[in-house]
């Protein structure tokens, strides 16, 4: 094998390692989505019962979040190594701008990759911030004692500047889910006249859905609540 | 005939240390049947007359098959015919009155020598990195002694038709190479003769591309639609898997 350096130094090790971890977070995406829907209950038992599960976890959570943030990490620096190299390998741009259209792939989405990935980065640590190290409340379930996490989304999402931050901010995810999903497959080389266009589709409705999901969150909470 | 008067906006640049500009140009009495490269021609010809300096501009077959004809017509390379090079697009698909703005391919990998005419030596540089396949001298060998499938000489001939016009490059957000680079490799790695020096051409082509100074691939497939011979970035995908295995096989 080549030097592991010399691979991921690459332009195209260098997407490898964007499509992979992509990937990955993409596949966690869809898991917090289905936990989150439990949000959608005003009846704070069911959520919080799971987020107590998840804690038990104990040290397996501790290295799980770890190997996220290590994932998102690898993620954002080829992100930002793809953005730089672009603006080194183009320095005047072109006067008149267009677009082929035809077979083009290149769209809104396509071409604010950097800008929709900083912002959902500022984005998630402003949310970890809110909520995994937001206030600490707590409630008794069957006497087991576990924290109400419930409360604390409920009460952030009665304040409508959180609401639209999220609105907006997931909207952009959206969007880069939207280029970044079939894009993934590209990037490892998954290419296939029978399978292409599946997978382009298929990208654009996980986008949809998840975005779509996780914006009703904050917009249910705010119009059912207080 | 059908004339019509046209405002052109014109990137003229006295060498590749100065800094450019767009100038503007009307031309009037410009038939609908001429090529786009004729228009030039004329407004050329017009300069001269008030001796005024040429526009220089790359051409040589003006038939779609040198790959030397190399303009960005309104933001879009080689103009709006899919599928066709600068040299194809004919100025029936303007109307009087019309602007038109032409401007070099822009890269840092690709330095403008004059004017529209821009120096695209890297890519020679990138094909003498890998982009060949070594034959011993002696007999000439059988004509169709190794057989090849049909859709596999079809698909290596797809990528064989590039002409290396690097309307890939000149299209590209991010200038990356990757269209014409992966055009070579998946070529080759489709032809048996490509196969003994498959591993090591897609990691030494790759390698060069990148110090060249293109940049990432970020798959807008915005080379494909430019592309005046329609290669598909499905060769691009397959230049992953090259590398892919090379890279985990080398010694
Ligand atoms: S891949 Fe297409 S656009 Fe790029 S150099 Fe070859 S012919 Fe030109
Ligand atoms: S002049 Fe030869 S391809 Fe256009």
């Given at each position: 094998?080549?030097?592991?350096?010399?691979?991921?130094?690459?332009?195209v090790?260098?997407?490898?390692?964007?499509?992979?971890?992509?990937?990955?977070?993409?596949?966690?995406?869809?898991?917090?989505?289905?936990?989150?829907?439990?949000?959608?209950?005003?009846?704070?038992?069911?959520?919080?019962q799971y987020?107590?599960?998840?804690?038990?976890f104990?040290?397996?959570?501790?290295?799980?979040?770890?190997v996220?943030?290590?994932?998102?990490?690898?993620?954002?620096?080829?992100?930002?190594?793809?953005?730089l190299?672009?603006?080194?390998a183009r320095p005047?741009g072109?006067?008149?701008?267009?677009?082929?259209?035809?077979a083009?792939?290149?769209?809104?989405?396509?071409?604010t990759?950097?800008?929709?990935?900083?912002?959902?980065?500022?984005?998630?640590?402003?949310?970890?911030?809110?909520?995994?190290?937001?206030?600490?409340?707590?409630?008794?379930?069957?006497?087991?004692?576990m924290?109400?996490?419930?409360k604390?989304?409920w009460?952030t999402?009665?304040?409508?500047?959180?609401?639209?931050?999220?609105?907006?901010?997931?909207?952009?995810?959206?969007?880069?889910?939207r280029?970044?999903?079939w894009?993934t497959?590209?990037?490892?080389?998954g290419?296939?006249?029978?399978?292409s266009?599946?997978?382009?589709?298929?990208?654009?409705?996980i986008?949809?859905?998840?975005?779509?999901?996780?914006?009703?969150?904050?917009?249910?909470?705010?119009?059912?609540?207080? | 005939?059908?004339?019509?008067?046209?405002?052109?906006k014109?990137?003229?640049?006295?060498d590749t240390?100065?800094?450019?500009?767009?100038?503007?140009?009307?031309?009037?009495?410009?038939?609908?049947?001429?090529?786009?490269?004729?228009?030039?021609?004329?407004l050329?010809?017009k300069?001269?007359?008030?001796?005024?300096d040429?526009?220089?501009?790359?051409?040589?077959?003006?038939?779609?098959i040198c790959g030397?004809?190399?303009l960005?017509?309104?933001?879009?390379?080689?103009g709006p015919w899919?599928?066709?090079?600068?040299?194809q697009?004919?100025?029936?698909?303007?109307?009087?009155?019309?602007?038109?703005?032409?401007?070099?391919?822009?890269?840092?990998?690709?330095?403008?020598?004059k004017d529209?005419?821009?120096?695209?030596?890297?890519?020679?540089?990138?094909?003498?990195a890998g982009?060949?396949v070594?034959?011993?001298?002696?007999?000439?060998?059988?004509?169709?002694?190794?057989?090849?499938?049909?859709s596999?000489?079809?698909?290596?001939m797809?990528?064989a038709?590039?002409?290396?016009?690097?309307?890939?490059?000149a299209?590209?957000?991010?200038a990356?190479?990757s269209?014409?680079?992966?055009?070579?490799?998946?070529?080759?790695?489709?032809?048996?003769?490509?196969?003994?020096e498959?591993?090591?051409r897609?990691?030494?082509?790759?390698?060069?591309?990148?110090?060249?100074g293109f940049g990432?691939?970020?798959?807008?497939?915005?080379?494909?639609?430019?592309?005046?011979?329609?290669?598909?970035?499905?060769h691009?995908?397959?230049?992953?898997?090259?590398?892919?295995?090379?890279?985990?096989?080398?010694?």
């Amino acid at each position: 094998m080549l030097p592991l350096s010399k691979i991921l130094g690459s332009s195209v090790g260098k997407k490898y390692v964007m499509a992979l971890t992509g990937l990955a977070m993409v596949f966690f995406l869809l898991e917090h989505l289905l936990g989150n829907f439990l949000l959608y209950s005003t009846d704070p038992v069911p959520y919080n019962q799971y987020g107590h599960f998840l804690i038990s976890f104990g040290n397996i959570l501790i290295v799980a979040e770890f190997v996220l943030i290590a994932i998102l990490l690898a993620h954002v620096v080829s992100g930002i190594s793809v953005a730089l190299g672009k603006k080194a390998a183009r320095p005047s741009g072109y006067r008149q701008s267009g677009d082929a259209g035809g077979a083009s792939k290149k769209t809104f989405a396509s071409t604010t990759m950097i800008y929709s990935g900083l912002l959902t980065f500022i984005f998630l640590v402003i949310h970890i911030k809110t909520f995994k190290y937001g206030p600490e409340y707590a409630m008794t379930v069957d006497g087991v004692v576990m924290r109400d996490l419930h409360k604390l989304v409920w009460e952030t999402f009665s304040n409508p500047v959180y609401v639209v931050w999220y609105v907006g901010t997931l909207l952009f995810l959206g969007f880069h889910l939207r280029h970044g999903f079939w894009s993934t497959f590209q990037s490892m080389g998954g290419n296939h006249p029978r399978y292409s266009p599946l997978i382009h589709s298929v990208g654009i409705f996980i986008a949809v859905v998840l975005a779509a999901g996780f914006i009703g969150i904050p917009i249910w909470i705010y119009f059912t609540g207080a | 005939m059908e004339t019509m008067t046209l405002n052109l906006k014109v990137w003229r640049q006295k060498d590749t240390n100065s800094t450019g500009g767009l100038v503007a140009y009307t031309l009037e009495t410009v038939s609908t049947h001429m090529s786009f490269l004729e228009m030039l021609d004329v407004l050329n010809e017009k300069l001269l007359a008030e001796d005024g300096d040429p526009i220089e501009f790359d051409n040589d077959c003006r038939e779609g098959i040198c790959g030397m004809c190399s303009l960005v017509i309104n933001g879009v390379a080689h103009g709006p015919w899919n599928g066709a090079a600068t040299c194809q697009l004919h100025m029936r698909e303007y109307k009087d009155g019309d602007t038109i703005t032409i401007e070099p391919w822009r890269a840092q990998a690709f330095p403008v020598i004059k004017d529209l005419v821009v120096d695209r030596t890297a890519f020679d540089r990138i094909i003498s990195a890998g982009g060949y396949v070594s034959m011993n001298a002696g007999g000439a060998p059988d004509a169709n002694a190794i057989p090849i499938s049909k859709s596999v000489a079809d698909e290596a001939m797809d990528a064989a038709s590039c002409i290396g016009c690097a309307a890939c490059v000149a299209a590209c957000p991010n200038a990356s190479a990757s269209l014409f680079t992966a055009a070579k490799i998946s070529q080759l790695a489709l032809l048996p003769q490509g196969h003994p020096e498959r591993a090591e051409r897609v990691l030494l082509m790759v390698e060069q591309m990148d110090s060249e100074g293109f940049g990432d691939c970020s798959n807008h497939a915005e080379c494909e639609a430019v592309c005046p011979k329609q290669i598909s970035i499905s060769h691009i995908a397959r230049m992953k898997r090259e590398y892919m295995k090379a890279a985990l096989m080398a010694k």
